[in-house]
């Protein structure tokens, strides 16, 4: 690491909290300016070089994303939205939950642009932990919106980190499945992609069964670890701890990234967890004690007040300074968000019955076990540049008999397992 930089470099747009994408819609960018306003106000901020990151382009963006579709978000606006034809935003799956909104294009290029940037500075040994809130957008698809999310920031960070990494892990905390990162790797032992989530019930986005496990190339290379509502601290410990360390040992990772979703706390708007902040904090904590370099995004996280005080610790984790922070939240502009107890570890447990069992996750444990066994070695891959189009992307054949295998699961004798 170059002489005096810091082992933490932290990306933040002082924009990107400010965009809406309306009323009554559950994800709320000004969670990331409460962030921020916590992070600086706890005085994190000193112990992290500090980076107002790089705007995306649609150059950028197209390396994942077809050109129609990044087009399609540069042009589009509220003002013209009803000029397109519904055929249009049909193919482009915009609408009510991923709307078109006032800056559309520039909140995508500034979230982006940190994820990007966040992977140059670990490929140039400028950092060991790169974080960015503002990304982790999961769901986006190549040629769609989905989720919430329009630009894969993700995607597109690994396929930087790629060109310096021979094996690039991902792991996903959020509540939902990590469905668009997954896709994107699904053919390739480049990536090994890990997501722990809830599924069952029709709970969005629908995939993200222990049996999706990669294809071709990539077979074995995709682990998912699906739970039920309810899951505790204790519990999400006892199946996240050996299934990491498991992905660590057969994988070997050179670089790492983490999507820290928030959603997967308990009292979130749309989740069905029930994690405390510290529960969540301690996945941070053990991913980073494998001392590989990673880096770190958002995510999900519809309780504004509680996603920032989960990524203001995680934060702190990161640093190594979780336990000189004080319960009391500091004063800041955005105090009376945090109202009524304005502290950093609230009650977030719920009486939501947790549908887990040890045997359940005992069960899931042994499966995911067994399938890394079947790796006999790393993948042994030659350092290079990696060209936009070097991974293959599931056809329509491929993609249509995922989707057949889940409907055939889900309403057969499987649902059971997960009702």
Not at 141 to 161: H, M, P, Q, R, T
Not at 255 to 264: H, K, P, R
Not at 347 to 372: A, C, G, P, W
Request: glycine content about 8%; proline content about 5%; charged content about 20%.
């Amino acid at each position: 690491m170059p002489k005096n930089s810091k082992q933490v470099a932290y990306l933040h747009n002082p924009t990107v909290g400010n965009y809406h994408y309306g009323p009554g819609h559950p994800m709320k960018p000004h969670r990331l300016s409460l962030t921020h306003s916590l992070i600086v106000n706890y005085g994190l901020i000193d112990a992290m070089d500090y980076f107002i990151p790089y705007r995306a382009t649609s150059h950028d963006m197209a390396l994942f994303h077809t050109e129609d579709y990044v087009h399609f978000l540069e042009s589009v606006s509220p003002q013209t939205i009803g000029s397109v034809a519904k055929e249009v935003t049909s193919m482009f799956n915009v609408g009510d939950d991923c709307p078109v909104f006032d800056g559309i294009f520039d909140f995508c290029s500034a979230y982006t642009g940190a994820s990007i940037q966040g992977a140059q500075l670990i490929n140039n040994n400028q950092c060991e932990i790169a974080i960015n809130w503002s990304g982790g957008l999961h769901h986006a698809k190549k040629y769609e919106a989905s989720g919430f999310c329009y630009i894969n920031d993700i995607v597109l960070g690994i396929l930087e980190l790629l060109k310096h990494h021979a094996r690039v892990l991902y792991i996903d905390i959020d509540i939902h499945h990590g469905d668009g990162v997954q896709e994107a790797f699904y053919l390739t032992d480049r990536v090994m992609t890990v997501s722990f989530h809830k599924y069952g019930n029709l709970f969005f986005p629908g995939t993200g069964d222990m049996y999706e496990i990669g294809a071709d190339a990539g077979r074995l290379y995709s682990v998912n670890v699906p739970l039920k509502e309810g899951i505790d601290d204790e519990l999400y410990a006892s199946i996240f701890k050996p299934v990491v360390r498991d992905v660590f040992d057969f994988y070997q990772p050179s670089v790492v990234v983490l999507q820290c979703g928030a959603d997967s706390l308990g009292c979130d708007r749309l989740g069905v967890f029930n994690l405390s902040i510290c529960g969540h904090g301690e996945c941070v904590r053990f991913v980073k004690s494998f001392g590989v370099p990673t880096l770190v995004l958002g995510g999900g996280g519809y309780t504004v007040r509680n996603v920032a005080r989960c990524w203001t610790y995680e934060t702190a984790c990161l640093l190594g300074r979780e336990d000189d922070m004080a319960p009391d939240l500091p004063f800041s502009e955005y105090i009376d968000f945090f109202s009524p107890d304005f502290v950093l570890h609230p009650d977030l447990s719920t009486k939501q019955e947790n549908m887990n069992t040890k045997t359940y996750l005992d069960s899931i444990r042994v499966v995911v076990h067994d399938n890394l066994k079947q790796l006999s070695h790393a993948p042994s891959v030659q350092l290079q540049d990696v060209p936009p189009d070097f991974f293959p992307q599931l056809d329509d054949d491929q993609r249509a008999e995922m989707e057949e295998r889940e409907d055939a699961r889900m309403s057969g004798s499987d649902q059971d397992m997960y009702d």
